[in-house]
Nanobody, 116 residues
């Protein structure tokens, strides 16, 4: 059963912007703190940003001031607005609950590629 569907990725030039969306299905994630994660080739998956049900946010230092996480609880959707993109932001982006567990399921992710 698919519960996380990410979209909005693409190819963008350095300095550009993208807005990612993550639609969750089912009630599992409704009141959870949600996070956006990314995995670059050859690297481990890392947390980029997280948001509580009430809207409290936290960001990785590498994206602070450039990325904004938000959520629409009525639509079961989490967003990631990315601006001033850099080639180092190139990765597959995933959303999931925060924290994740060994039994957490992942969606297919959405590819973000930033060219120089």
């Amino acid at each position: 059963q698919v519960q996380l569907v990410e979209s909005g990725g693409g190819l963008v030039q350095a300095g550009g912007s993208l807005r990612l969306s993550c639609v969750t299905t089912g009630s599992r994630f409704r009141f959870k703190t949600m996070g956006w994660y990314r995995q670059a080739p050859g690297k481990q998956r890392e947390l980029v940003a997280r948001i509580t049900f009430g809207g409290g946010t936290n960001y990785a230092d590498s994206v602070k001031g450039r990325f904004t996480i938000s959520r629409d609880n009525a639509k079961n959707t989490v967003y990631l607005q990315m601006t001033s993109l850099k080639p180092d932001d190139t990765a597959v982006y995933y959303c999931n609950e925060y924290p994740t567990y060994s039994y957490s399921s992942w969606g297919q992710g959405t590819q973000v590629t930033v060219s120089t």
